[in-house]
């Protein structure tokens, strides 16, 4: 922006709000329209966005971090650690370029790139708010989804916020112990205190939580993590989204069989727990989160 005075910029900086600073590293399109961005940073860092176009949908699944520090064992971007926060310039332009780059008014944003949103809360908020704004990009708050892996204070914090957004819990797990081997967050916030957040969630907001569920052969898959699940969600006023696990280079994990992601779905519908099972997206992109800068290096 330099047709700005220079003190301004300067400003602009300082509050983490400066537009225009990412570059298009990489750019990689799939059949079905979904589009993988891989940008640049000023810092020479990169971070990934997506573009998924669906009928009448736009939506750009965002980033919030470089790398992330939670560690989850299936997860590509947990592998290599945080490298650090984005900006809320850097949050809210992998949207403007996309959305100028696509050519399209996008209709819905979702926080499930790469990093942890509640970990870096106020860049975040602070960009939700200037997307909502009339003056900004004036889209609701009604189409903008937080996935987190439940951190609980950030939760909490969330729910004050009134904001209408749509909270995604990235559960996995439905007891403890295996939870805490897939994802280390549940040693500091377990089960039990991450759900009372939820039901506190949907109590103030009024808003229906979805958990997410990523589907892995003979670990989360098998009769009693069905049954679990059923136990810990019944009755509340949610939706479970079953993702089929990305194959990570390296991790031992396979993805669920097609007949047992169904069978689990219908055993969670069936306890009238409204289940759906993700529509896979853009497969030859390798679609995991981290998946195309493991790739872009090489690795
Ligand atoms: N850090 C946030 C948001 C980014 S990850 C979170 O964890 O919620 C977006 C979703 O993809 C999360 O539900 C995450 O658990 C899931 N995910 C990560 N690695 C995956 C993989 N290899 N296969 C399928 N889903 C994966
Ligand atoms: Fe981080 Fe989410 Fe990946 Fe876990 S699943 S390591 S919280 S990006």
């Not at 940073?41 to 949908?57: A, F, K, N, W």
């Not at 106020?122 to 200037?130: T, V």
């Not at 939580?209 to 009769?223: A, C, H, K």
Request: hydrophobic share 35%; proline share 5%; charged share 20%.
């Amino acid at each position: 922006m330099t047709n700005l005075p220079m003190e301004l910029r300067n400003q602009l900086d300082k509050a983490g709000l400066s537009i225009g600073c990412l570059t298009v590293v990489e750019r990689e399109a799939a059949p079905d329209g979904t589009v993988k961005y891989l940008f640049g940073l000023d810092d020479g860092s990169t971070v990934e966005s997506v573009y998924l176009p669906d009928d009448d949908r736009h939506t750009v699944c965002f980033s919030t971090q470089v790398g992330c520090p939670m560690g989850c064992l299936f997860c590509a971007t947990g592998q290599n650690g945080l490298t650090r926060n984005l900006t809320t310039g850097e949050i809210i332009d992998q949207i403007l370029r996309i959305s100028k780059f696509q050519g399209v008014t996008l209709t819905n944003l979702v926080a499930m790139g790469q990093g942890e949103p509640l970990l870096n809360y106020d860049a975040l908020i602070k960009a939700i708010r200037i997307i909502n704004d009339p003056k900004g990009l004036s889209m609701g708050a009604r189409r903008i989804t937080i996935s987190t892996c439940g951190i609980i204070p950030g939760v909490l914090k969330l729910t004050e916020e009134q904001l209408q957004v749509n909270l995604a819990i990235s559960l996995h797990a439905a007891d403890d112990d295996l939870r805490n081997r897939l994802m280390p967050v549940n040693k500091k916030y377990p089960i039990v205190p991450l759900l009372k957040a939820c039901q506190e969630y949907i109590e103030r907001t009024g808003r229906r939580v979805t958990f997410e569920y990523t589907l892995i052969d003979g670990i989360n898959d098998r009769p009693q993590d069905a049954a679990n699940l059923i136990r810990l969600l019944r009755g509340m006023l949610c939706h479970v989204n079953l993702i089929p696990f990305n194959p990570v280079p390296g991790s031992p994990f396979r993805r669920s069989t097609p007949s047992q992601i169904h069978w689990f779905a219908a055993e969670l519908n069936r306890a009238h727990i409204e289940t759906t099972i993700r529509k896979e997206r853009g497969t030859t992109l390798t679609a995991a989160c981290g998946q195309l800068q493991g790739k872009f290096r090489g690795e």
